[in-house]
């Protein structure tokens, strides 16, 4: 089983970066799609971006687009969320997942972390 791990979560202000990790074991890392999602208390979890184990095609949630960057280094085994211009409304835990390796009507994500928290206020 794939094992992950996020980290860098924080509390910043709004206007700053943050970089979010997320360490993977256990499993075949670089041919699996991962994907970054984050929940809001209230709020049912929604993706914000998601990366192919080639990094060959990356997908933003509008909300985010000109934002976020989301990256892997298959070597160290890590995926990573490039936050920049950090909104309040970007205050969540954030999640990383793997996609599950099938065809499907809709991605499907069976593998999470535990999540971090990311706070952004004024």
């Known amino acids: 089983q794939v094992q992950l791990r996020e980290s860098g979560g924080s509390s910043v202000r709004i206007g700053d970066s943050l970089t979010l990790s997320c360490a993977a074991s256990g499993g075949t890392f670089s041919n699996l799609g991962m994907g970054w999602f984050r929940q809001a208390p209230g709020t049912e979890r929604e993706i914000v971006a998601s990366i192919t184990g080639d990094s060959k095609s990356t997908y933003y949630t509008d909300s985010v687009k000109g934002r976020f960057t989301i990256s892997r280094d298959n070597g160290k085994n890590t995926v990573y969320l490039q936050m920049n211009s950090l909104k309040p409304e970007d205050t969540a835990v954030y999640y990383c997942?793997?996609?599950?390796?099938?065809?499907?009507?809709?991605?499907?994500?069976?593998?999470w972390g535990q999540g971090t928290q990311v706070t952004v206020s004024s």
């Open positions: 997942a793997v996609r599950k390796p099938i065809l499907a009507t809709k991605p499907i994500y069976d593998y």
